[in-house]
T-cell receptor, first 114, second 111 residues
């Protein structure tokens, strides 16, 4: 069975600093990977996704992620964090099967210091 | 377009009561999903549907039932609520494989 691990439950960064959120997955075949963001009291919004091709993918709000097969990782990065980036971030792995089911990591809560 | 909407937004139940959560989408998506979100556990799939009239179990289906009588609606039922079902419930939909679009969530408390 596939699984997703986000090792950092909480991360605090200063506004303007760089950010990297870690995601490791376990999946037998080529994974389909997603990063979602959830602002307080809101649903989930897709930041970016990787299906195939270039292993560095660009998303919305200045985020990017890099797929590294050898490390089974799909870490999310942003060069300069803004206060509005404070939220919870979820990594997910999907199966290209009849159900299109996603398996989510436990999430990382990002706090931004002024 | 409203996207994915969920009714109600909040609900408090007593143990043993029943209720139905409604999810509606106006994007003509084939696939729909119900998740529950608990602290530190991310989202876990309860049930899903790949088309009108079809449903299937996800990771944590016990204590829940679903129905997809119309393509745009996906109902989640709790027949006899338990405190362990206190959670935030999210509905999502997708065309098929790929991005899932999420509703705003329903916060359910079972006393």
């Amino acid at each position: 069975a596939q699984s997703v691990t986000q090792p950092d439950i909480h991360i605090t960064v200063s506004e303007g600093a760089s950010l990297e959120l870690r995601c490791n997955y376990s999946y037998g075949a080529t994974p389909y990977l997603f990063w979602y963001v959830q602002s307080p009291g809101q649903g989930l919004q897709l930041l970016l996704k990787y299906f195939s091709g270039d292993t560095l993918v660009q998303g919305i709000k200045g985020f990017e992620a890099e797929f590294k097969r050898s490390q089974s990782s799909f870490n999310l990065r942003k060069p300069s964090v803004h206060w509005s980036d404070a939220a919870e971030y979820f990594c997910a792995v999907g199966e290209n099967n009849a159900g299109n089911m996603l398996t989510f990591g436990g999430g990382t809560r990002l706090m931004v210091k002024p | 377009n409203a996207g994915v909407t969920q009714t109600p937004k909040f609900r408090v139940l007593k143990t043993g009561q029943s209720m139905t959560l409604l999810c509606a989408q106006d994007m003509n998506h084939e696939y729909m999903y119900w998740y529950r979100q608990d602290p530190g556990m991310g989202l876990r799939l309860i049930h899903y549907s790949v088309g009108e009239g079809t449903t299937a179990k996800g990771e944590v289906p016990d204590g829940y039932n679903v129905s997809r009588l119309k393509k745009q609606n996906f109902l989640l039922g709790l027949e006899s609520a338990a405190p362990s079902q206190t959670s935030v419930y999210f509905c999502a939909s997708s065309y098929g494989f790929g991005e899932q679009f999420f509703g705003p969530g329903t916060r359910l408390t079972v006393l």
